[in-house]
């Protein structure tokens, strides 16, 4: 190395004072530069950006309160919702309850018509079997009589022979068991 640009380059390591004045003028003339024309305008634009990060925040905090809100509502019908169909269904089955025991009642006092219809339809036959019972009592005494007597009774005397037979019978047990029989 040369010592001219040794001595130059030892002048610029070691301070001396007119360089750091001019050093000291030239950091305060930019420093005034920067804050006159871009400090403001990045500080406004810092600014800016704070608000809408802001603004950002507050509508995300406005968004999650409104999808609670109607997390919340959803809820509140759903459980309502819920409600409805177990009442609906609870009076379904009420309803079908209380049509299955009127149908059981129904089919009861049908079921008991009709035993009662046929209890009186066999007390009918029975008494129309004993009336025909009676008459072919009544005739086999007059014509039994008539041969034994070899003649022929007048109107009083068949009468009379026949309420005589007839009392002899005990009807009571033809009834009794046609009773029994539909019972």
Do not use: C
């Not at 409805?84 to 008991?112: C, G």
């Amino acid at each position: 190395m040369t010592p001219v640009i040794a001595a130059n380059e030892a002048s610029l390591i070691t301070p001396e004072l007119g360089l750091s004045i001019w050093t000291l003028v030239t950091f305060v003339i930019v420093l005034f530069v920067l804050r006159k024309f871009a400090f403001g305008r990045i500080a406004a634009l810092l600014d800016e950006r704070r608000e809408a990060v802001r603004q950002n925040l507050e509508a995300a905090e406005h968004a999650r309160e409104e999808a609670e809100r109607l997390l919340e509502e959803y809820k509140t019908q759903l459980a309502q919702s819920k409600r409805e169909a177990n009442e609906i269904l609870e009076r379904a089955r009420a309803t079908a309850s209380e049509q299955q025991r009127q149908l059981s009642e129904e089919l009861a006092a049908e079921r008991e018509r009709g035993i009662a219809a046929a209890q009186q339809a066999i007390a009918a036959e029975t008494q129309q079997s004993l009336d025909r019972i009676k008459s072919e009592i009544a005739d086999l005494t007059l014509l039994a009589t008539e041969k034994v007597l070899g003649h022929a009774l007048d109107e009083k005397e068949q009468r009379r022979l026949v309420e005589e037979a007839l009392a002899g019978v005990d009807f009571s047990a033809l009834h009794d068991g046609g009773g029994r029989a539909g019972a």
